[in-house]
């Protein structure tokens, strides 16, 4: 063990070794959060073009109408293919190439190796396969924009027979979604075992800062969640590629054309089941490892113990396993019978109790705090009402009955943003400016940080709040122009303050993108825990090295020992032993 | 029938039977989520104004003892049963359970296509005509055997209009012949996939009041000039003649503004120089159904329109489709 820490030295490593091959947690956590950053304004961007058409239907896109493909727009107008292409590839990216692979690639692979003392993670070579894995996932489905069909235009949900009767960028879509599913298969076992097997000594369960179990749950959820959708992946591939029928009745006729050739005794219903199995343990995924990463923050800058810090780890694993007994809410519509309705609105709405807990826990954790606003403070402050609006306003999705009016239109996509984006995409924003000075021993500016959260704050409410209204109004989602029907017509200014919204919000990042390179070179330098904070990742050095802690840390204390009585300092590191 | 309809405030106007119960559910709950946001905002903002962290001031290591939580953690508990058990389980038996008796329900079977409705009545003698996916073409889309059986002989096929009568319940097989679709009546509270290779039953009612004639002149609204737009008013029709003040009709009732945004942006620019302060219009169809499921390039464009009619106007329509089949075949 001491020969092979000793061999850790990394400064006669070659560069692609170093920085691009590398087997190092923090060099693939920051691979993993570049890539993912960039996939994310991608995303993004998708979604800009798109809300052009929605707020000026039919007309001209300005600048950039006349480079998109003729697949995508026609004289610079986005045509119906078009705009499904980029809706389903805006979900596709935001939630497989954007949001997990930043909150578990990134975030989980650079912190929580430090957090627990670990070296490295427990299998560095198969973390390293994880990423290039995801990396040929992400450059299958970016790719697969750049060919003839432009990319899958079926939905992030790809409902057969519809994505099985598409062109080919389905199947593209299908190979790319292996990849990525592969990815996350291998980094689940990796945070499973390195957690267990590689705490410090004195690390027990009950001392793991949050952070850490919200990504312990979470690989669990990819572990278990992912492989159903794998195997459904295939069988869809199956469908369109040698001519199966696991998802294809028979009886189909398409514009008049009878599909005499479909062997047919397949079911839609069953990808649908299929699908949501995975995909809303994947809900989790995406809003579990923000989680964590506010209650890091909000114990550092409240400068007190979380409240309740066994509460919120009883909640996240009751989180975790609920999470696995309510796909079947997405999918009330199908003509399900009141039995197995009854079922899934009762979990869904057992669920929200432990949400409710962690919001709660969170909260009263700011009574008799010494608040420090700095800039992951705001974001994460800024998350628990977003998140708050966010999960309250799946109650009536998840009521059966009131789901007959809202099921499908604007106020679930206005819902499941507001829990992703002013959500866990502002906790991700929180864990970017927290952590930067552990990754870079530099400080992003404060005033940059500052001009980047309030307006982006107030856009992003200007983007989702009117969506609740809209879906109120009966508009629906997946709409390519809603004034073509009554209720988005009657609805469209609501429509135009969203677009506008979206497009001030994409200003609103610059000053994040300038602060972000800026910094990495000239920010200001700061010590090894410029936060004064708790948690071991700030025991190592900054950035650390390979192998991280000069020597192997021994834990004497809970992760939040923040304003301890008696003791001169506001913080006792959880590597300190305290005199008494 | 209540005197003003409109849509895009809240929720639209509702004309059937359960749909008062959905509405209700729904307004409930955003109640509750009002008590629980609103108080819990104001113990937010509290909290970040009076615990600034200050010089020579340090937080509370103890954690307080707020019992307030977990009778918070109960009450949500509590409400979100009587939620489930109280609201949402009875109205979807409501919606779901207990299909009405057939001498008492109007049967209709919608097939659903990209990108359209199709409407299949049995016709007068109430039994509906076999179909046949080899037979289907454009002008045969559900694919009816007229020749073959002799129950098909009356039946009526509508694409993209379905007429309904009012005022009794109405039974709803629907199926879909190419990809899902989502039978979505905004207006009705009624929201159903539509998927192939099954057919699922519907049922609701219609308020007796709710003749879509009737409705069409109670969405009347008067939208000032300045504020019009053609995005908005784009599906509307003019209540009455516009006419200036030196007696010019500038367009007459039932005309709408343009088929395109510029020639609709054009003909208000034009009323607005003609010196009319505001334009009185009503939706062309009131009641719309849409399709609710992503089901292709053209799904934003598939919508029908709803005919409501009494059961004597029904009648009279039923009896004049018949009619009018018999005049072909002459």
Known sequence: MSDHAHSHGDHDLPFWKKYVFSVDHKVIGVQYALTALVFLFFGFSLMMIMRWQLAYPGRPIPLIGAMLSGTLAADGVLVGDGYNILGAMHGTIMVFLGIVPLAVGGFGNFVLPLQIGAPDMAFPRLNMASYWVFFVGGVIMIGSMFTKTSGAGSGWTMYPPLAVTAAYGETIWLVGMVFLITSSLLGSVNFIVTTIQLRARGLSFFRLPFFVWAQLVTAFLLLLAFPPLEAAAALQLM??????????????????????????????VLWQHLFWFLAHPEVYVLILPGMGIIAEVIANNTRKPLWGYKSLVYSVIFLGFMSFIVWAHHMFMTGMGTTLSTFFQATTMIISVPSVIILTCLIISLYGAAIRFTVPMLFALAFLPMFAIGGLTGLPLGLTASDIQLHDTYYVIGHFHYVVAPGTIFAMFAGIYYWFPKATGRKMSDWLGKLHFWPSFIFINAVFMPMFFQGMAGVLRRQYDQTEQLAGAASHGLTLMSSWGAWLLALAQI????????????????SDNPWHATTLEWAAPSPPPHGNFPAVPVVYSGPYEYSVPGVSEDFCPQNVALEA | MPPDLHYGRWSPPDFSLHGHNIDQLIDVVHVF??????????????????????????????????????????????????????LSMPVWAQYKNDPPAEDERYTVRVIAQQFQWNAHYAGADGVFG????????????????????????????????????VGRPIYMRLTSLDVIHSFFIPTMRVKQDVIPGMEVPIWFEI?????????????????PIEKASWYKLRHHIFAEDVVTGDGEVMAAAGDHLGESY??????????????VKELVMQPRHPLQVVCAQLCGNSHFKMA????THDEAGFAAWQAAQKQAVEFEDF
């Open chain 2, 304 to 307: 029908a329109q709803l005919i």
């Open chain 2, 207 to 223: 308020d007796a009041w709710a003749l879509s004639d009737d409705i069409r002149g109670n969405m009347t609204a008067a939208t």
């Open chain 2, 130 to 165: 076999k179909t046949d996916a080899s037979l289907i073409t454009e002008l045969n889309p559900i694919g009816l055997m007229e020749e073959q059986d002799p129950h098909a002989a009356d039946d009526i096929v509508t694409i993209n209009d379905i007429h309904l009568p």
């Open chain 2, 262 to 275: 510029k020639a609709g942006t054009e003909r208000i620019a034009e009323l607005r120089e003609a010196g």
């Open chain 1, 511 to 526: 000053p994040f993108i300038v602060n972000f390179f800026w910094s990495i070179w000239k920010g200001q330098r700061v």
């Open chain 1, 239 to 268: 469908d369109r590629v040698v001519g199966t029928s696991f998802f294809m009745p028979e009886g189909l006729v398409l514009s008049t054309v009878h599909l005499s050739h479909l062997s047919g005794g397949g079911n839609p």
């Open chain 2, 33 to 86: 989520m009002l008590a629980l946001f609103i108080p819990w905002g104001l113990f937010f903002l509290y909290c970040l104004l009076k615990y600034r962290q200050k010089p020579g001031q340090s937080a509370q290591y103890n954690p307080v003892k707020a019992k307030i939580s977990k009778y918070a953690e109960i009450g949500v508990a509590v409400v979100e049963v009587f939620l489930l058990v109280g």
